[in-house]
Each structure stands twice: as structure tokens, then as C-alpha cells.
């Protein structure tokens, strides 16, 4: 049963109006972001004027300019319906149903339900919708669904055009990201913004070198140099993080994000976080082969070697000492007894590398144990040697261990094979979906097995997807060392005289290095150095 209150003057009875006015998507046209758009001023003349001939008495007009049909946190239509449940009014008064409300969740909820429930008679005026004309609600539900197919359909478009704008290459985000700048004459393209790339410069120096993120973290703060976030609004930009912390340090997670990120190679990456759907505005992470990736679209701020260095380091997993910076010859020294990865260690001020085997039970291996300034002279002393006889034109093939070069190759042709195989199996699931859907069509298996086996399907193929994506970047990146094996004389032509070693020429100089117990009755220790050319 409908309740409506109304007001009676001189015994005339007085309804209540409340105008409701919205932007439409398709008429921005405002000169600031103050006035009202002309599509807002039409619709208030439009529906002051229905009103006033119908004698009603105008409570509010509510007006959300800038705001979509399916956004629920409009402040004016909240402000609305808050009104509308205290009774202040008795009509609410639209242009079309549609500038109400696109979805037709909200049409249930309040055109059908608790306006009916409040007394409150909903009219809009270009689809002639009326709650108090009988027979009226189908059309309006039909309108509510072809509302509803609009949104869908203008969200998959316009994703359609933005997914086209990443595939080519061409910025979209609001923000440039920390060490570049929006080029003002190109659109969606990238500048190096200079302040912010030396910075990024620092960090892939530090890291290379053998510090620690956490160490880095540490030292930008000491300096106080602002983090990106700060930065930017320092800059006059108006940003705000994710986590909405206003903090102006650099942390771990910063520094982790910026050693991984592409975009400073020169390459654009894009779609890592997408929408769960048009109604649901929050963000999920995408699948890594769902990304967008095109190559040299700006300039880089790291060049590929550097980030090489950083990429290897990386994926190494490499631990600082208690000083904050990575051992020369971590992840890189092996107990040649066992096979097992040597710990760093500090004792009395020394540093030592032993085995870690040996460490967490004396009986699994006799164990390794070096000093690290003894094992950087050997290598010195060895690295040196080879020097002297590539610049005496001495075949130096016999000095130079190139069994991890083999190895390596061996690995590769096992990634490719890996790769094929599963991508074969991602193409017979696609098959399988396919078929399914047809024996869904022809009746042979019923809509709830369909959704089933479809859901079973697609999970599969993203988990094969996913390993591909792996070992893709393993296989680019074993590529790489290989690659940058060919060009061994190259590569050590650089070196003259030898007598200091950093984490830089470790990583690119030596793939790994054995070494054993020291010898009964000497200070020898053996060890053998596997090259990276």
C-alpha cells in the first residue's frame, strides 16, 4: 500500500519535488570544473519547467556532474536517496531513468522497492516513466536492462580501445612512472625526467655493487632524497599511493619494485591490475601472459647490461652480510665436496665463506671453508694470467673451464622442449572448451557441467600459461648469458692489470666457483673457477 504526504494550502494540495540531474558520459563540455556542464543546465530548465506546470513545489535539486550511471558513490544521489527515506519529498523527478540509474540493480532496489515503500512516486520525463501509472513497470524494467547492456557494452569498448592503446605501445596511466615525465608534444609517449632517473641510476648501481634493498632504502633516506611518491606531489602533481601513506621514505618495497620494473629498459609495460568488472571498480593482478609488453618505446634509464647484473642478482636470492651489502662471491662460491651453496660469515671482523651443508649437520659433508680475501687473490691471480696471455695472442681455450657454457646450452634446449610441450596442452584445452560448448549447444551435457568443466578448463590453461610465461624469461635470460659468452675476448680485453674485485665483475666474469677443504698440513685450498666465457 502507497502512503504519500503531502501538504494542503488553501485547500490545494502541494507535492513535493526533488529534481535529479546527471552528466552524460557523451557531453562534457564544461570550460572549469566548477560550472555546471550544458547538459546539466538543460536538463534543470527541462524539469523546472515539467514542475512548475505541474504545480508542484520544487524541495532540492540534486546535481552530479562528472559521475557515470553506474557509479553507486555519487554524492548527490546518496544525498537524494538519504532524503527520499526521511520523506522530505514525495516525487523524484528525472530526464530519463537512465540519468537515475544505468544498472538495473538500483532500478529493483529503488524504483520498484523502497521508493514504493517510502511513499515516493518516481517520473522521468523523455521515457515516460511513472511509478503511479499501472502497467508502466515492464517498460521500465526493459528500459533498466537496455541500460544495463549500455554500460556493458560501452565498458567493453571503450577497454577495447585502452587495450589497443597499450598493444601499440602508447602510455595511458595518469602518472608517469618515477624517473620519467609525460612528453607534453606526444601523447602517450615518455621523457626521462633527469632528477628522478639519477636516483633510479643510484639504486641499480648500489644493488649491482652488492648492497642490500633494505641497505639502499637506507642510505636514500639518510641523504633525504624524497620517495616517489613525494616527489611527485613535491613536483605539484596531485598523487596518492595505493596504501594512501603520506610517508616521504624509501622502503624495501620501493626499491624491490624498481629493480624489477621494465619500463626502465625502455620498454613499456602495462595491464598488470584490471577491473574484476564494470560494476565493481576494485583491481586484481593479471596473469603475467596477459600483460602488455612492447619493446623500446622510450628512452631507457638503465642500460641492458646493468640490468642483467640485477636480474641474475635477483634471482639468486642473495643475502647481505650483518653490514648491509652483498658478499662479492655470494650465490657464487659451491663446496666442491657436495655440491651445496657456501654461507657468508664474519668472525673477529674477517669474512669467511664455509659450507652451509657442513653447517646444519657435521656429518652430511666434511666441508669447505676460505677466507673471503684469500679466494678474491686467487681469482685475481687467475683472471690476471688469462689477461696476459690473450694480450701475449696465446690460445687461452685451456685455461678456461667453459664446462658450465655446455651446461648452459643443454638447459636451454630443455626449456624449449618444456615450453613446446606446454603449449601444446594449452591448445588441446582450448580444444576441450570448444568441443564442450558444442556438446552443451547439441544437449549432450547440461548447462551446470558446462560451467564446471569450463571453469576446470580455464584454470588449467592459465596455470600452463603461467609456466610458459616462466620459463620464457628463464630461456631469454639463459639467451642472454650465452650471447654473452660469444664475445668472450671482448669481455675481458677491458681488464688490464686486475687488483681489486667488486660484485659487478663477479657477476659478469664467473658463473661459479668450487671450492674445497683446505689441504692437511698446508694453508692450500683447493678451488676450481667455472667462467662466464
Given amino acids: 500500500m502507497k502512503y504519500y504526504f503531502v501538504i494542503i494550502w488553501q485547500g490545494v494540495i502541494l507535492m513535493k519535488v526533488a529534481i535529479y540531474c546527471r552528466l552524460s558520459e557523451e557531453d562534457r563540455n564544461k570550460v572549469n570544473r566548477e560550472d555546471d556542464s550544458r ?146 608534444e606526444k601523447k602517450g609517449h615518455l621523457l626521462i625526467d633527469e632528477p628522478a632517473a639519477e636516483v633510479v641510476r643510484k639504486v641499480f648501481s648500489l644493488f649491482a655493487n652488492g648492497y642490500g634493498k633494505m641497505s639502499i632504502a637506507r642510505m636514500l633516506n639518510e641523504l633525504h632524497i624524497p620517495n616517489p611518491t613525494r616527489y611527485k606531489q613535491l613536483n605539484g602533481i596531485e598523487y596518492k599511493n595505493n596504501k594512501g601513506s603520506t610517508s616521504s621514505l624509501w622502503k624495501y618495497s620501493s626499491i624491490s619494485h624498481m629493480l624489477t620494473n621494465q619500463m626502465y629498459i625502455g620498454n613499456m609495460v602495462q595491464g598488470k591490475y584490471g577491473t574484476i568488472s564494470y560494476k565493481i571498480k576494485k583491481t586484481r593482478p593479471r596473469p603475467k601472459d596477459q600483460w602488455f609488453i612492447v619493446e623500446n618505446t622510450h628512452e631507457p634509464i638503465i642500460d641492458r647490461e646493468t640490468w642483467n647484473i640485477v636480474q641474475s642478482l635477483i634471482r639468486q636470492k642473495t643475502k647481505p652480510f650483518i653490514t648491509g651489502k652483498i658478499g662479492i662471491f655470494a650465490k657464487k662460491a659451491v663446496c666442491i665436496n657436495c655440491g651445496y651453496t657456501m654461507r657468508s660469515s664474519i668472525s673477529r671482523g674477517e669474512k669467511y665463506l664455509v659450507c652451509s651443508n657442513r653447517h646444519v649437520s657435521k656429518d652430511a659433508c666434511i666441508g669447505s671453508f676460505i677466507k673471503v680475501s684469500k679466494l678474491e687473490q686467487i681469482v685475481i691471480s687467475e683472471l690476471n694470467y688469462i689477461v696476459k696471455k690473450l694480450s701475449d695472442g696465446k690460445e687461452i681455450y685451456n685455461s678456461v673451464s667453459l664446462g658450465s657454457h655446455n651446461a648452459k646450452k643443454s638447459k636451454l634446449e630443455h626449456l624449449h622442449s618444456r615450453i613446446s610441450d606446454y603449449n601444446k596442452k594449452i591448445e588441446e584445452i582450448s580444444r576441450c572448451l570448444k568441443q564442450s560448448y558444442v556438446d552443451k549447444v547439441k544437449g549432450i551435457i547440461s548447462e551446470s557441467d558446462f560451467v564446471d568443466l569450463s571453469r576446470n578448463f580455464n584454470v588449467e590453461r592459465g596455470q600452463y600459461s603461467n609456466l610458459v610465461y616462466s620459463l620464457q624469461q628463464e630461456a631469454e635470460s639463459l639467451n642472454s648469458e650465452l650471447s654473452f659468452r660469444s664475445n668472450r675476448y671482448e669481455l675481458i680485453k677491458n681488464y688490464s692489470v686486475v687488483e681489486t674485485l667488486d660484485r659487478v665483475m663477479v657477476e659478469k666474469l664467473i658463473d661459479h666457483i668450487c671450492v674445497g677443504k683446505r689441504i692437511k698440513g698446508t694453508k692450500d685450498v683447493p678451488v676450481k673457477i667455472y667462467w662466464n666465457f
Avoid at 532540492?60 to 553506474?70: E, H, L, R, V
Avoid at 537524494?80 to 530519463?96: G, Y
Avoid at 520525463?125 to 554500460?151: H, M, P
Wanted: include cysteine; hydrophobic fraction near 35%.
Fill in 39 to 184: 547538459s546539466i543546465q538543460n536538463q534543470k530548465t527541462l524539469l523546472l519547467d515539467f514542475a512548475v506546470n505541474k504545480g508542484w513545489e520544487v524541495y532540492n535539486i540534486y546535481s552530479d556532474d562528472d559521475y557515470t550511471g553506474s557509479d553507486r558513490n555519487r554524492p548527490e544521489f546518496n544525498k537524494l536517496i538519504q532524503d527520499a527515506e526521511k520523506r522530505k519529498f514525495q516525487i523524484v523527478l528525472c530526464k530519463s531513468q537512465s540519468r537515475f540509474t544505468r544498472e538495473m540493480e538500483l532500478v529493483e532496489k529503488y524504483i520498484h522497492g523502497k521508493f514504493i515503500e517510502w511513499g515516493i512516486r518516481f517520473i522521468s520525463v523523455a521515457d515516460n516513466a511513472d511509478t503511479a501509472v499501472r502497467g508502466n513497470k515492464k517498460s521500465r524494467q526493459i528500459n533498466g536492462l537496455i541500460n544495463e547492456w549500455f554500460l556493458e557494452d560501452m565498458s567493453e569498448n571503450i577497454k577495447a580501445v585502452l587495450d589497443n592503446k597499450r598493444a601499440n605501445g602508447q602510455h595511458i596511466g595518469s602518472f608517469a612512472l618515477y624517473g620519467y615525465k609525460k612528453d607534453p
